[in-house]
């Protein structure tokens, strides 16, 4: 049939290639339910959503995440998770950096994708100015900035324990001598773990745990309009 001879054209036999289109695509399913949570609730007033449903969106998003691209390049959509796989030497070096370019390109089309879709609301809630600090700050819904008096060390801190708790719990569940979860079912763990995270330890810089997440939807907010300012420490942005 059709169907079958443009199937058998279209498909992709590198594995390389394979496993980028998969980090890919899994990303930006990550990113964009991810920054779409936190468009809804801050460009709507609070009225659309709130920190609970950006909670469970970026957890679930997780989850949507793993699911789409799991089984073809483990769907690692974070380069501190792609670091920790060549660490136990689960994933090639070489591997690394284009898994980390492929990840931050991921997230910054899927900023692109949220700015898009949430245009109009951005405008209006920012009365036409797009800024990093004040009452109508708009860059927060795309990266991650500290709350009030949050220091650089203590900022460094929480990203280091809260990636780090991520990592321990995530690797040991991959651990096959461990106690597994059912299978089918590890991503709903790990988003159940990123929620418990997100609950515990989001309140001093909104919990990225993915440089990816950070820096992708970041670089796309300075070319964007926000200017450079969105490279630097902001303190007492309230």
């Known amino acids: 049939s059709f169907l079958t001879r443009a199937r058998s054209l279209l498909r992709i036999r590198n594995q390389l290639v394979r496993e980028c289109l998969a980090e890919l695509l899994s990303t930006f399913v990550l990113m964009i339910i991810t920054l779409g949570t936190a468009a809804q609730r801050i460009a709507f007033f609070e009225t659309k959503g709130n920190l609970i449903t950006a909670y469970v969106g970026s957890a679930i998003a997780v989850m949507a995440g793993i699911y789409v ?13 792609s670091l920790a796989m060549c660490l136990t030497e689960q994933l090639p070096w070489w591997k690394f950096p284009i898994f980390v370019v ?14 898009i879709l949430y245009y109009d609301a951005i405008w209006h809630y920012s009365n036409g100015t797009l800024t990093v600090s004040g009452p109508r700050e708009t860059a927060s819904i795309f990266a991650t900035y500290p709350a009030d008096n949050v220091s650089v060390a203590n ?6 324990i809260g990636t780090g708790v991520l990592l321990v719990v995530v690797l040991g569940l991959m651990d096959s001598r461990n106690k597994p979860v059912p299978k089918g079912l590890e991503p709903v763990v790990v988003a159940l773990l990123v929620l418990s995270i997100e609950c515990s330890m989001g309140a001093n810089c909104g919990c990225p ?13 300075y070319v964007a309009g926000w200017g450079p300012e969105v490279f630097r420490w902001v303190e007492g942005r309230g």
């Open 102 to 115: 492929v990840q931050t390109l991921a997230s910054f089309i899927s900023a692109g994708a949220v700015y």
């Open 69 to 81: 691209a799991g089984g073809i390049s483990g769907a690692h959509m974070n380069p501190a998770f």
């Open 155 to 160: 900022g460094f801190l929480d990203q280091v």
């Open 209 to 221: 745990l993915n440089p990816a997440r950070d820096l992708g939807p970041r670089l796309f907010t």
